[in-house]
């Protein structure tokens, strides 16, 4: 079955650093993957998807994602990061071709 | 396009009580999801409808919880003499075609006290 793994529970920069949010996965045959963001008490927003195209993807707020398939990651990337980013982040991938599986997140911490 | 919509946002519940959610889906979305999270934690799924089927049950809805989708538009989902371990986030999700993603609605938040 398909999963994912997120690599760090909490990932903490400074504003202005970069951001890198570390995702791997497991799967028998070309996965669907995505990001999506979570502040306080709010649902679900997604980020960006990959969906067996381009391998590097660009999501909204700055945030890009690149397809390794040798390395079977996923990871996250913002190139400075923006107080507001500071929330949970969750990197599910598709299942069974039905439903979103979730892993356990990442907290990303801004410090000003 | 005014997004996925859930009611109440919030609910705090005597234990032994029933409750019932309710979520609105984007109007042309044939997928509805229903998931539950818990404090750290990352969504975990309860169930699936394509239009007004139910195609897939997790095996943590048990048999006090049961959702519905009448005429494939919005969707309920009732628990059933509550307990404490019910206490959780609840997200109603919406889309498409699975490879698009997900569109969240903003949660209920359950408290059994």
């Known amino acids: 079955a398909q999963s994912v793994t997120q690599l760090d529970s909490h990932v903490s920069v400074s504003e202005g650093t970069p951001v890198l949010l570390r995702c791997n996965y497991s799967?028998?045959?070309?996965?669907?993957l995505f990001w999506y963001v979570q502040h306080p008490n709010k649902g679900l927003q997604l980020l960006l998807k990959?969906?067996?195209?381009?391998?590097l993807v660009k999501g909204i707020n700055g945030f890009e994602a690149e397809f390794k398939k040798s390395e079977t990651s996923f990871h996250l990337t913002k190139p400075s990061a923006h107080m507001s980013d500071a929330a949970e982040y969750f990197c599910?991938?598709?299942?069974?071709?039905?439903?979103?599986?979730f892993g356990q997140g990442t907290r990303l911490t801004i410090n000003p | 396009d005014t997004g996925v919509s859930q009611n109440p946002r919030h609910k705090i519940t005597k234990r032994g009580q029933n409750v019932t959610f309710r979520c609105d889906p984007i109007s042309e979305h044939n997928r509805l999801y229903w998931y539950r999270q818990t404090l750290g934690q990352g969504p975990e799924f309860l169930t699936y409808?394509?239009?007004?089927?139910?195609?897939?049950k997790s095996r943590l809805l048990s048999d006090r919880f049961s959702a519905e989708r009448p005429k494939g538009s919005f969707s309920t989902l009732e628990i059933q003499r509550t307990e404490q371990g019910d206490s959780a986030m609840y997200l109603c999700?919406?889309?498409?075609?699975?490879?698009?993603?997900?569109?969240f609605g903003s949660g209920t938040r359950l408290t059994v006290v």
């Open positions: 999700a919406s889309s498409w075609g699975q490879r698009e993603g997900y569109t």
């Open positions: 409808f394509q239009n007004e089927a139910q195609l897939e």
């Open positions: 599910p991938i598709i299942q069974g071709a039905q439903k979103l599986v």
């Open positions: 990959y969906t067996s195209a381009a391998t």
């Open positions: 799967s028998s045959y070309s996965p669907s």
